[in-house]
């Protein structure tokens, strides 16, 4: 792709080609957008070689992509808990962005709200050290298993409730319930908040017009981007088969008490 001075372009992500990828970070409310030649820092340059871990070359992010195409999806999902499987685009999206940010490779990794496990795979076949798929939901965590077995990949299956979940970690990576239905209201900041409470580094899809600032505390800085959810008709009140929505994908991270 060329610019119009006819200079060779680096690609962004596929999603957010011609975009602009907006960093936010809560210092009152401000907002910084980075124009896309200060965006481009590895995210696809390095995916497009192929990915490496410890020197051992690993698979493309189209290749990542395919395999988790193959997944099994859970057949029967609860509108309450907003079980929306992450399309297998999204999801090599998220897991190579942590990758090459150096938060999947030998980390400890949560999955909340893992659903079929399709983020805590990926970043277990990006060459994470452990990962915690967790769901509230039992059948979710069997589809798991058995999507985990299917790749050939070793993954710790955990039965609880995000909030109960205490254990300490290096990243989380997740897709919460966007807070759409009523008696779920701001389920995405719990998932957060909690998120933000056992690792220091969080990956988050949300919908493009939720405002983190709003609640996050001033000791977490935020950097997202746009991307395109394809949302297939999943429920009653769904009334096309397919629609995209537009979300972001967010890099949570806690600095230190030394750092403010």
Same mark, same amino acid.
């Not at 999204?90 to 400890?108: H, M, W």
């Given at each position: 792709?060329?610019?119009?001075?006819?200079?060779?372009? =680096?690609? %962004? *992500?596929?999603?957010?080609?011609?975009?602009? !990828?907006?960093?936010?970070? $809560? #210092? @009152?409310?401000? &907002? =910084?957008? %980075? *124009?896309?030649?200060?965006?481009?820092?590895? !995210?696809?340059?390095?995916? $497009? #070689? @192929?990915?490496? &871990?410890?020197?051992?070359?690993?698979?493309?992010?189209?290749?990542?992509?395919?395999?988790?195409?193959?997944?099994?999806?859970?057949?029967?999902?609860?509108?309450?808990?907003?079980?929306?499987?992450?399309?297998?685009?999204?999801?090599?999206?998220?897991?190579?962005?942590?990758?090459?940010?150096?938060?999947?490779?030998?980390?400890?990794?949560?999955?909340?709200?893992?659903?079929?496990?399709?983020?805590?795979?990926?970043?277990?076949?990006?060459?994470?050290?452990?990962?915690?798929?967790?769901?509230?939901?039992?059948?979710?965590?069997?589809?798991?298993?058995?999507?985990?077995?299917?790749?050939?990949?070793?993954?710790?299956?955990?039965?609880?409730?995000?909030?109960?979940?205490?254990?300490?970690?290096?990243?989380?990576?997740?897709?919460?319930?966007?807070?759409?239905?009523?008696?779920?209201?701001?389920?995405?900041?719990?998932?957060?908040?909690?998120?933000?409470?056992?690792?220091?580094?969080?990956?988050?899809?949300?919908?493009?017009?939720?405002?983190?600032?709003?609640?996050?505390?001033?000791?977490?800085?935020?950097?997202?981007?746009?991307?395109?959810?394809?949302?297939?008709?999943?429920?009653?009140?769904?009334?096309?088969?397919?629609?995209?929505?537009?979300?972001?994908?967010?890099?949570?991270?806690?600095?230190?008490?030394?750092?403010?």
């Amino acid at each position: 792709m060329r610019n119009k001075e006819g200079k060779r372009e =680096r690609g %962004l *992500p596929s999603q957010v080609k011609g975009g602009r !990828l907006k960093i936010c970070s $809560r #210092r @009152g409310s401000q &907002v =910084r957008i %980075l *124009p896309p030649a200060l965006s481009e820092l590895t !995210l696809t340059s390095t995916a $497009r #070689r @192929g990915a490496k &871990v410890s020197g051992r070359r690993l698979m493309r992010k189209r290749h990542l992509e395919m395999l988790l195409e193959q997944l099994e999806d859970i057949p029967a999902p609860n509108v309450h808990i907003e079980q929306y499987t992450t399309p297998a685009s999204l999801a090599a999206e998220l897991i190579f962005f942590a990758f090459l940010n150096g938060d999947i490779a030998e980390k400890t990794v949560f999955d909340f709200g893992c659903g079929n496990g399709i983020l805590g795979i990926a970043a277990k076949m990006l060459g994470a050290k452990r990962v915690v798929c967790v769901d509230i939901d039992e059948n979710a965590l069997e589809i798991a298993r058995r999507n985990a077995q299917k790749l050939g990949v070793g993954v710790e299956l955990v039965h609880s409730d995000v909030r109960d979940f205490n254990e300490k970690g290096d990243t989380v990576v997740m897709n919460p319930p966007f807070g759409a239905q009523i008696a779920n209201r701001h389920a995405d900041r719990v998932f957060v908040e909690r998120a933000l409470d056992v690792a220091n580094v969080v990956y988050s899809i949300h919908n493009a017009r939720s405002d983190l600032s709003a609640f996050l505390p001033e000791c977490v800085s935020v950097e997202c981007y746009s991307a395109v959810f394809p949302l297939k008709r999943r429920f009653w009140f769904h009334k096309k088969e397919k629609k995209e929505i537009m979300v972001k994908i967010c890099r949570m991270t806690r600095r230190s008490r030394e750092a403010k």
